[in-house]
């Protein structure tokens, strides 16, 4: 037993099934809970944007908001922190007589290397592999030996029946908080406004939500954290909705036409066990077919990302991927195009608007921008996954950098010929013109 440790939120801002919390409280007498907002993520990256847009910290803030909430209702408190975590933790530490840090293991390359500085630092850090669906222990093979394209991937994991763990309850007691009142002034606790967490993160909490997204952050049943996490879980798998995924996921208007999971599941307010789960008992109530199938299929997927990651690292940021092909000349002019929305393509241009405006898109129109920055832009496709990394609610690191890499083909499975045709993808899934129309109007 540990007199005094730290609890590290990074991607998990949940208390469900977040076996790095347990074993923390398990092990502290004290236990002071933090979230650290990293200074790069205010810095203007080279395309010439911030890296974390509106939307994002909306949301981000939305959820921090809850999970204080959530650690009060437990006697906790959320300490919210601004500065780089190589400095901010080792003081802390220091500061609480704290001998060990508790967190989440992500694998992608900068959050690695933060790990590695406290490490350096002399801080004893206990990391969790807990975002994924499946644990690495249960595959039927070695993350060296992983299948290299995704659907070997799928067959190789249901040909061997591995199955979820089960998600592990939430808490229902927590060690007591340890603060020095010296540190107070540079906290966010429980008590604190939600506009204040919104300030620290400079989130702007003035802006209106467009009435035309798919994703409506200021509706309190799409806001960031875990409370409206589990609701909507609930809400959809007591829905019908799952029975039509498969028909409905490819829509590009309203709220229903797919799970909308992926916000919370980006953030860790919402565990993809949990959601596993939910599928199953739904699949119990109404009966299982291909349409709830590809609800684990898209689980999967998700998956296989952070596995590809474990595998390979920062490999997969380099400007050729893991393939030999050397990457084109990037065109700034033709980006900025993109970005904007006035590429004079109107299916592109309707879906980087709503991107703009909304801080979410389906994913067929995610597959479609990708195509034409990469095919018909030629432009480098890290400057593209740049400007998702800036925009999207639902962005992570793991699924961001796999899929621009699938549809570049600078991935595991390196093939050309991913263009996505315009006008056909156009005729296939707009054929009335509406979402056109809905994003190239006046507003």
């Given at each position: ?30 236990l002071s809970c933090v979230y650290i907002h990293e200074p790069a993520q205010d810095a203007e990256v080279c395309h010439g944007f911030r890296r974390m847009g509106s939307h994002r910290r909306r949301f981000l803030a939305d959820g921090l908001a809850d999970l204080a909430s959530r650690l009060a209702s437990l006697g906790q408190r959320l300490h919210v922190l601004r ?182 599941l980006a953030s860790g307010a919402l565990s993809s066990r949990k959601t596993f789960e939910a599928l199953r008992a739904h699949e119990r109530r109404l009966g299982a077919n291909e349409d709830t199938y590809w609800i684990w299929f898209e689980l999967l997927w998700r998956d296989y990302f952070r596995f590809l990651h474990r595998q390979h690292g920062s490999r997969l ?127």
């Amino acid at each position: 037993m540990h007199r005094s440790t730290i609890y590290w939120f990074r991607g998990d801002l949940r208390l469900h099934d977040n076996p790095a919390l347990l074993r923390s409280a398990a092990e502290s007498q004290q236990l002071s809970c933090v979230y650290i907002h990293e200074p790069a993520q205010d810095a203007e990256v080279c395309h010439g944007f911030r890296r974390m847009g509106s939307h994002r910290r909306r949301f981000l803030a939305d959820g921090l908001a809850d999970l204080a909430s959530r650690l009060a209702s437990l006697g906790q408190r959320l300490h919210v922190l601004r500065g780089r975590s190589g400095e901010v933790l080792p003081a802390l530490a220091a500061a609480t007589g704290a001998s060990h840090i508790f967190c989440e293991e992500i694998a992608a390359p900068e959050e690695q290397a933060e790990l590695e500085a406290l490490r350096r630092a002399g801080l004893q850090v206990e990391s969790f592999w807990q975002s994924s669906l499946l644990d690495q222990a249960d595959l039927p093979f070695d993350i060296d030996d992983m299948p290299r394209v995704f659907t070997a991937f799928r067959q190789r994991i249901e040909a061997a029946g591995v199955i979820p763990r089960a998600a592990v309850a939430a808490p229902r007691t927590l060690p007591p908080p340890s603060w020095p009142e010296r540190l107070a002034a540079a906290s966010l606790d429980a008590t604190s406004a939600t506009t204040s967490i919104a300030a620290l993160l400079g989130a702007d909490e003035a802006a209106a939500d467009d009435p035309r997204s798919a994703f409506p952050l200021r509706s309190a049943a799409f806001s960031g954290g875990e409370s409206a996490a589990l609701q909507h879980l609930t809400q959809y798998f007591e829905s019908n909705l799952p029975q039509y995924y498969k028909r409905t996921r490819n829509g590009l208007i309203g709220t229903s036409y797919s799970t909308k999971f992926s916000p919370w599941l980006a953030s860790g307010a919402l565990s993809s066990r949990k959601t596993f789960e939910a599928l199953r008992a739904h699949e119990r109530r109404l009966g299982a077919n291909e349409d709830t199938y590809w609800i684990w299929f898209e689980l999967l997927w998700r998956d296989y990302f952070r596995f590809l990651h474990r595998q390979h690292g920062s490999r997969l940021y380099r400007a050729a991927g893991l393939s030999q092909r050397s990457a084109p000349p990037h065109d700034p002019v033709a980006f900025r195009r993109w970005r904007e929305g006035r590429t004079g393509e109107p299916f592109i241009d309707a879906a980087m608007r709503e991107l703009a405006a909304t801080g979410y898109l389906s994913n067929r129109m995610r597959q479609n921008v990708a195509s034409f920055l990469v095919n018909d832009l030629a432009c480098d496709f890290r400057a593209g996954a740049a400007w998702f990394e800036s925009m999207l609610i639902d962005y992570d690191p793991c699924s961001n950098q796999g899929n621009w890499l699938y549809l570049a083909g600078r991935g595991t499975d390196p093939r050309d010929g991913r263009r996505f045709e315009p006008l056909r993808q156009a005729a296939m899934y707009d054929p009335d013109g509406a979402y056109r129309g809905l994003w190239n109007a006046t507003h």
